[in-house]
């Protein structure tokens, strides 16, 4: 892990090798000098994604405003969105009986405490109501994870390739959803970051943003798993080669799950039952089931007249386990695989809501490697096509997953 470029490819840069910090997780000048120099070097890609994101949210305002329905609404006031807007409002504590004979119970533990938190803490700060404060703070994340979706892409293959990667995901069909009061922008932020820390070898940052990511989702978990791994390489490389192991790799370790661990804790302790918060998602209706409802959702699409949505979803599911297997190929780097298919695992193991898998699979960017290595290699006119293919489908099915269908994003 000292040297940051094993199982990199050049594509049109040389990898820029970051030597680790050492200044305990402090911004040192130089640390703010490369940090400036890589967000300048991202403006390009910053700029698609925030066109994206405009543009898809100027379609579906007048969408949703020739239906009758405030745009404001259908981003920040419906489905999830509705009970992170509650929590940041009147703190948890509410239950809420799911439809007759189902046996579900909606409690709001199940939603993880960060989000709610800032929206509470900004909102007190500047009183323009949660809702705004949620949607500014998801649109604000979503800015900083493509700034690190962008510093990964850069530190592994360079810039052509880091540009490619953030607008593959700016146009991602679930992409809308980084424009809503959700929580993925939020999570990848932190997730991005965090990746780009471990494979510098910025220990402490890592495991920090790490936490946070944790305490962000259920999945946040799969930043944590990264780090670890990167930590656990390092520790092995330095014992192999008789080198000192970083001193902030030990403290690294503990906090890097903290987050996730504390909040599941903190419900266990509420609930009565360690196992609180496995009870709480199992109430709403959401379980791990080791993909049987997943498969069973594909038997179902091919037997089955079904929607757009589940369509979408089942594809997607699909590229992303091909996507894990050329990135395996392509000899990733570990912590990067570790992460990618911990998400996997977690939405496609899942039962409930078929048609949110895109949205829980939205983090993860690293798939998105091969693609953007073929795409930055390919020819104008190819791109010429692609691109706007991809942000067609991309804003039509926002448009439809917001507005027009009956199931969650």
């Not at 038997?299 to 929607?307: D, E, F, N, R, T």
């Amino acid at each position: 892990m000292d040297d940051p470029s094993y199982g990199m490819a050049d594509v049109d840069d040389a990898p820029r090798r970051l030597s680790p910090a050492r200044s305990g997780g402090r911004l040192s000048p130089s640390r703010l000098t490369r940090a400036r120099a890589v967000l300048r070097r991202a403006l390009p890609g910053l700029a698609v994604f925030v066109g994206m994101r405009l543009a898809t949210v100027a379609a579906l305002s007048v969408w949703a405003l020739h239906i009758g329905r405030h745009p404001r609404t259908v981003l920040g006031m419906e489905w999830d969105s509705l009970w992170y807007v509650r929590i940041a409002r009147h703190g948890y504590g509410t239950v809420l009986p799911g439809p007759e004979g189902s046996g579900i119970v909606y409690h709001d533990m199940a939603f993880f405490p960060l989000y709610p938190a800032l929206i509470r803490a900004v909102s007190t700060v500047v009183p323009v109501g949660e809702v705004n404060v949620a949607l500014a703070l998801s649109w604000s994340a979503a800015v900083v994870a493509a700034a690190g979706i962008y510093a990964v892409g850069e530190l592994l293959y360079g810039r052509r390739l880091a540009l490619t990667l953030v607008a593959l995901w700016a146009v991602l069909p679930q992409a809308v959803v980084a424009t809503m009061a959700y929580t993925e922008s939020l999570m990848t932020a932190f997730a991005a970051w965090a990746l780009y820390a471990a494979l510098t070898g910025r220990w402490l940052t890592a495991a920090l943003l790490a936490s946070l990511a944790g305490l962000t989702r259920p999945n946040g978990i799969a930043a944590a798993a990264a780090v670890l791994t990167a930590l656990g390489m390092h520790v092995w490389s330095c014992r192999r080669e008789g080198n000192a192991v970083d001193r902030y790799a030990w403290p690294a370790a503990v906090l890097a799950p903290a987050g996730w661990v504390g909040y599941v804790v903190w419900v266990g302790v509420k609930t009565g039952s360690p196992w609180g918060y496995f009870t709480v998602q199992r109430r709403f209706g959401s379980t791990f089931d080791f993909g049987h409802y997943t498969l069973y959702m594909f038997k179902h699409l091919v037997l089955a007249k079904v929607s757009l949505g589940q369509y979408t979803a089942a594809a997607v599911a699909i590229g992303a386990v091909t996507l894990l297997v050329l990135s395996v190929l392509d000899r990733q780097p570990f912590p990067l695989l570790v992460y990618s298919a911990t998400l996997i695992v977690m939405a496609l193991g899942g039962a409930h809501f078929f048609t949110s898998r895109p949205r829980l699979l939205l983090p993860a960017f690293p798939l998105l490697l091969p693609m953007a290595l073929t795409l930055s290699r390919a020819r104008l006119r190819t791109v010429a096509v692609l691109a706007p293919t991809l942000a067609a489908y991309s804003l039509v099915f926002g448009i439809y997953l917001t507005v027009v269908a009956k199931s969650p994003p």
